[in-house]
């Protein structure tokens, strides 16, 4: 076997290597298509906000559940899809600015978790797996859930592009043309709050909100349409994916963490070189 | 594996003598359930005991509300492991501490180096405590060490009842002779090839350097509950669970078990939850120090025989 | 599937009814009345300026008209239904609050135009493309098309959200003071198109500060100060009284053959 | 002594529970100004973003000090300082929007520090104590810090209010003005960075976010100007402080948590009950 | 204290110099040209109109002389100086991006203008109120002063920002198309303004798209279509062949005593 080919497929001989691959590649499709909104609406933080603000709902869901995974899955992904209806109608009601009322959610609803767990004084509800994830240890039943929710999301956001489009750009256009505003930005929402709460399953806090803010602020550097903005987002959420955990086998960094940093050292060359945008040729330009 | 030498006598803080009133007990604080049923063996009924942390609490990670200061501000003297296992509450001890005297029990055990590395002199030279497992209460005869520790404060704060403390740690001290012993004889009956270990963090560092075992290898690296392994640790994991025959990996019931239950399917073996930080409830099956290494024990010799 | 629960649904018009009826229509801005029981109507491929002095309500109005915004009380009916139930409105706002960073380029701003039109699940076709291409060269764009928005001027950009409300192909056009920033061959070019949409039956309703303009281009003139102080044609509408309600006493007033006239240049001067 | 001043003054006994009061008070007070800008600028997520962003500075700090509390400090301030210079200057550049300049940097950072901490193979780095901090774990000479640094956030930002105001509302007329935007800007972020670092030595993250956030999104939501919306949110925050610890004496909630609950609570009460822009009222106009 | 570093130092002009002086100034972005070899200079106290088609550079060249934009190549010279060391110029952009939900009131926003002029320290005092109580008048906002901005309409928030360029008492204003969306009161009263702000020797420059005020109220025109096509009196410059240059075939043309003039609308027909 040609050197090349075998340092390519010796970690896959691990099939939690395998897993861990797709499931990178699955996450970072889905969030880079969700992120492509939350970067573009100035949202960037609504997954790290949307992941702790599900505390309580873990809390409450381990309590009544009496520490059951399953049923802590559906209490959390519950109290994502609440928090981030609540999240848009605040930002909806233009009272407060959309991240505004981001931060505020989130830090109280984390109070709320802290306070609840701290009652309840125990704590079995894992906070450390939320912060960092596991990408290694994606279970075939996990996969197939991130799976399902890749096709929704992305037959979703196929479906409604246009509408999402009009919303995010100019919402009194979307007014105008008479779109179901309200149900659409409900729906975005919800399509975060899923993501988001599969995502945190498989990857974490950290790797998700890299996943969703840099391969999609990346593209943006690339690209001056919405489409192909969508699409090199995903590319680039896929590849960091792969070169990341082949990193984390050969040079033993922390798996999650090798993902973001690929992520962030394409994001660090884009700005550098971007055509469009790039720091270089600005610089060239500048000096004749 | 011969017994554990017990390392020099530990240097109590200078601790002296409070008035008590005849009938009004020393008030005493102890960090986690397993320094507290210690204990609580020792000082008998001649303590008020608060134990801080609740059971099934990581001890990696803990946040305390007044009250708990409240509790330390107002006790005679506080207990805590000590060897960085609880970090959250030196800032605590310093603040609501005040004149409370803090007693490490861990004080004069000799340490390991977490991971599965045997502590040599150099280690032990260091002065560098991070690199220190704090899991020492594995092996029951560094908890001997802490009954000391814990028998010569509790004497010193309150002399009238020298006597009935010094009563009690005698007794307890037979009961972990006769925990070490039962240990031993259960572990003999598995065989040499298999007394691999491999657990989601490294507790088993002192249970292994005392019982003949080896800590083949930990899913966090590090001795905490906070960190993630590399692709590369996992890969060499799943060789070293392949190399060594391993049956099991074990899984403390405070902790996520994603990551092992993935390795298991993957090498064919099984995963056994066991306790490591926390008592369960009395009701449970390890509600004393005692009947937790017995529990633990258990289900090593189970898993693995 | 999203039509069936009426969301999509689009409104078939009452035949015969005017198309506009607006009716004892209030609005007001917690405190202040912006517009004060006003009432008129507009019949199908009518052209109507609507002029007043600053904050008179006429940004008020065309909000109110084009569903935009709720009024605090009084009834508006396009073709008979109500503004929310209509996708046959094209809106041009006063200021375009976009982020002009968006990922976009002239001719996807000017499609987005064509999303009404379109269903769920449809993407924009060929005779999309061709309208919208038809409606760039209009305004002068059609050079401009692949830029992305940010790299246009300020009167480029007025042209290009003109460009969007023609592509709608809607049948009421609610432009508010659309010729800001023009240039004056667009200016000309824009105002020629009134012929062009009143044959194909479109209504038109813009708002202005130049009255000349607002008296030889349109059919019938709105005079708005809160109150509505007269609709008409401009010989009835710019008299000397209504003027002075609207504007005080500061402007100058020309007598022309066909009525007043008011001035904000001296150019007659010169004739 | 009357009941309810016995109420009041029990919890004084413990000087821990003083300190804490008094370190709530400041935290808050500080916390409210910088937040101010932050919550007008679209920045509320700089905070938790910082405050994470810290990681490695102290993963480096910690290898070479050999763990002492004090360089460990100044390595978390130094990191956190140059952070908010390269968010200010990724912003300030118009390559992409701030939030997703603080997005991208933040989870590269936590990411390499994670990275980091997984080399170093020590658990020393006491990550859930920076999660939650401690209020109650203040001691003397922390507040003696925060307190030099409540002095001088409050002088600076009195000092510059009329550039910070010019340069937070209309950029393009800081530039005509010749006011120092550049000096201005990254002056601003290094307050924000010092503001956290210190902020997180005492309170924690989650804690922190909300004192940023949610006074200051409360203030302006009760006044349409900005020296009083600074007022309000001082205020707030301060009362928050005083009344959090109370509950958390009485109720048992840990502190932190409690805090950002009355926080929380009391901006509730402002959105339902403002007297500007309140739920409340809007719903009385539109039904009379 | 920062005065000392230099951050705050005000410029002292160099007496006698032409206020502004523009040399071979060239702005390009990203490949496309806007502003090639611009040549030209004001005196104290002159008021010059700049017109030209959309797109002519007009703004581009406001951005450069305000010091918000680089040139590419050339040299700007503002009494002697470069533009970035000024305080005295005070500009009216085309566009204001600004946040409309930001808690300020228009005072607020008028005082912002005197800022400048304050130093480090230095709060506003009773002769800056009244500086800004003056300002509001001139525009006619005076009873809107307590509002937050947000509540304004289109046209009140640019006679907000023109009072603002006003309270900074600047010797040379830039104003990018100020009477955009102004109703004719407002027009004819800032129009005005021109005369007093010449007696005090403010030098004044306004973009424009209305060639007929451009003729009247201004010292001098200048035509702008990326090139500088002209500069000089309304005669001089206003000629057919110019007009073509800029404007290409479109522009009706009518030949008045003074010489050619541009006409937008009818409205010398009626005269
Ligand atoms: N940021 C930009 N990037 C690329 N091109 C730009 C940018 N800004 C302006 N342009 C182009 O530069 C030219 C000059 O623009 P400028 O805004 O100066 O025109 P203008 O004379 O002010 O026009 P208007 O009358 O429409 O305001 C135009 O062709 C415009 O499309
Ligand atoms: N959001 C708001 N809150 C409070 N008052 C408002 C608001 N918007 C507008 N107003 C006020 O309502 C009145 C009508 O405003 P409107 O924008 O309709 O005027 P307009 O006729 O379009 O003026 P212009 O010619 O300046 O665009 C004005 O007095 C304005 O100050
Ligand atoms: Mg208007
Ligand atoms: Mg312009
Ligand atoms: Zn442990």
Redesign the interface.
């Known amino acids: 076997m040609a050197p090349l080919l075998e340092i390519l497929v010796a970690p896959l001989r691990y099939p939690f290597m395998v897993r861990g691959i797709v499931a990178a590649i699955l996450v970072g499709i889905v969030c880079a298509l969700v992120g492509t909104y939350m970067v573009?609406r100035g949202m960037a933080f609504l997954g790290d906000a949307l992941a702790h603000s599900i505390l309580p709902g873990i809390a409450v869901g381990y309590i009544v559940s009496g520490g059951g995974r399953g049923p802590i899955f559906w209490w959390g992904l519950g109290t994502g899809i609440l928090t981030a209806l609540g999240i848009g109608a605040l930002g909806k009601g233009a009272q407060v600015k959309e991240d505004t009322a981001i931060g505020i959610i989130f830090s109280g609803m984390f109070a709320l978790g802290i306070a609840l767990i701290s009652t309840m004084r125990s704590y079995a509800v894992d906070l450390s797996h939320f912060l960092f994830g596991d990408v290694l240890g994606v279970s075939p039943s996990d996969l197939w859930l991130t799976a399902g929710l890749a096709v929704l999301v992305s037959v979703i956001v196929f479906?409604?592009y246009?509408?999402f489009?009009?919303l995010?750009?100019?919402s009194?256009?979307a007014?105008?043309?008479?779109?179901?505003s309200g149900?659409l930005h409900y729906l975005l929402m919800v399509l975060i709050a899923l993501t988001i709460v599969v995502a945190l399953q498989t990857v974490g806090i950290a790797l998700m909100v890299a996943m969703l803010t840099t391969p999609a602020a990346t593209a943006?550097l690339l690209?001056?349409?919405?489409a192909p903005?969508m699409g090199i987002a995903a590319l680039i959420g896929a590849v960091s994916g792969i070169v990341g955990l082949y990193l984390s086998y050969y040079v033993s960094v922390a798996s999650g963490a090798a993902i973001v940093l690929v992520c962030t050292g394409i994001f660090l060359l884009a700005l550098l070189f971007s055509p469009r945008r790039g720091i270089v040729r600005g610089w060239l330009q500048s000096r004749g | 594996g011969g017994s554990t030498e017990v390392g020099p006598r530990a240097p109590v803080p200078p601790v002296s003598a409070v008035g008590l009133a005849p009938d009004e007990p020393l008030r005493v604080v102890a960090t986690t359930s397993i320094v507290a049923d210690v204990v609580r063996n020792v000082g008998g009924d001649a303590i008020a005991l608060t134990q801080l942390m609740p059971l099934g609490a990581d001890p990696h990670a803990f946040e305390s509300t007044p009250q708990d200061a409240g509790v330390i501000s107002d006790a005679h003297v506080v207990f805590i492991n000590g060897v960085g296992l609880e970090v959250f509450m030196d800032r605590l001890l310093a603040s609501a501490g005040g004149n409370t005297p803090v007693v490490t029990v861990s004080d004069g055990i000799r340490l390991l180096a977490f991971a599965g590395e045997h502590a040599d002199d150099e280690a032990l030279a260091d002065e560098d405590h991070g690199e220190d497992d704090p899991h020492v209460w594995f092996d029951p005869n560094n908890v001997k060490v802490w009954v000391a520790n814990i028998e010569s404060a509790l004497s010193e704060l309150d002399p009238d009842r020298a006597t009935t403390y010094r009563e009690n740690a005698q007794a307890y001290l037979a009961e972990l002779d006769a925990l070490d012993g039962w240990i031993r004889e259960a572990v003999t009956v598995i065989p040499e090839d298999r007394r691999g270990l491999v657990i989601d963090h490294s507790v088993f560092t002192y249970f292994a350097h005392a019982y003949g075992f080896e800590q083949v290898g930990t899913i966090t690296t590090g001795g905490s509950t906070l960190s993630q392994p590399s692709a590369r640790e996992m890969a060499a994991l799943q060789e070293a669970i392949v190399d060594h025959g391993v049956r099991a990996i074990f899984v403390s019931t405070t902790v996520n078990p994603r990551m092992a239950e993935q390795l298991a399917r993957d090498t064919g073996i099984q995963v056994v939850p066991i306790y490591t930080g926390s008592l369960s409830d009395a009701s449970g099956p390890a509600g004393t120090y005692l009947a937790f290494m017995r529990y633990d024990v258990g289900r090593i010799v189970e898993a693995l025989r | 599937m999203?039509g069936k629960l009426g969301?999509?649904e689009p409104v078939v018009h009452a035949t015969g009814a005017a198309i506009l009826d607006v009716y004892e229509l209030t609005v007001g801005?917690?405190g202040?009345t912006a517009l004060d029981r006003v009432t008129f109507h507009l019949n199908v491929g009518e052209r109507v300026a609507v002029v007043?002095?600053?904050?008179?309500g006429?940004?008020t109005l065309f909000k109110v008209i084009?569903?935009?915004l709720?009024p605090t009380s009084g009834d508006v009916r396009v073709a008979g239904c109500s503004p929310?139930?209509?996708?046959c409105?094209?809106?041009v706002?006063?200021?375009?609050?976009?982020?002009?960073?968006?990922?976009?380029?002239v001719e996807?701003?000017v499609m987005?135009g064509r999303?009404?039109r379109?269903g769920?699940?449809r993407?924009p076709g060929r005779q999309d493309r061709a309208v919208v291409r038809e409606c760039l060269g209009i305004v002068?764009l059609a050079e401009l098309a692949k830029r992305?928005i940010s790299?246009?001027?300020?009167?480029?950009q007025q042209?290009m959200f003109i460009a969007?409300a023609l592509a709608?192909e809607s049948t009421l056009m609610l432009m508010?003071?659309p010729l800001?920033?023009?240039?004056?061959?667009?200016?000309?070019?824009i105002l020629a198109l009134l012929d062009v949409l009143r044959m194909q039956g479109v209504t038109v309703m813009v708002a202005t500060?130049?009255?000349?303009?607002a008296a030889?281009y349109f059919d019938r003139v709105m005079l708005l100060n809160h109150r509505l102080l007269g609709i008409g044609t401009s010989a009835e509408v710019f008299t000397t009284a209504h003027l002075r309600d609207a504007?005080?006493g500061?402007?100058?007033l020309?007598e022309?053959?066909?009525g007043l006239?008011?001035?904000?240049?001296?150019?007659?001067g010169?004739?």
Chains 1, 4 share one sequence.
């Open positions: 573009l479906v409604f246009k509408e489009l009009v995010a750009f100019d009194t256009l007014e105008t043309l008479r779109f179901p149900f943006y690209t001056k349409r919405m903005m | 999203l969301v999509f801005y917690n202040t007043g002095p600053n904050g008179a006429k940004s084009a569903g935009v709720e929310r139930g209509h996708i409105i094209a809106y706002p006063q200021r375009n609050d976009v982020d002009w960073m968006f990922p976009v380029t996807d701003v987005m999303f009404g379109l769920l699940f993407r002068g992305q790299e246009l001027s300020g009167g480029q042209r969007r709608q508010d003071e800001t920033g023009l240039d004056m061959p667009a200016q000309e070019r500060h130049d009255l000349n303009q030889d504007y005080g500061q402007l100058r020309v022309t053959g066909d006239l008011a001035l904000n240049d001296t150019c007659c010169h004739g």
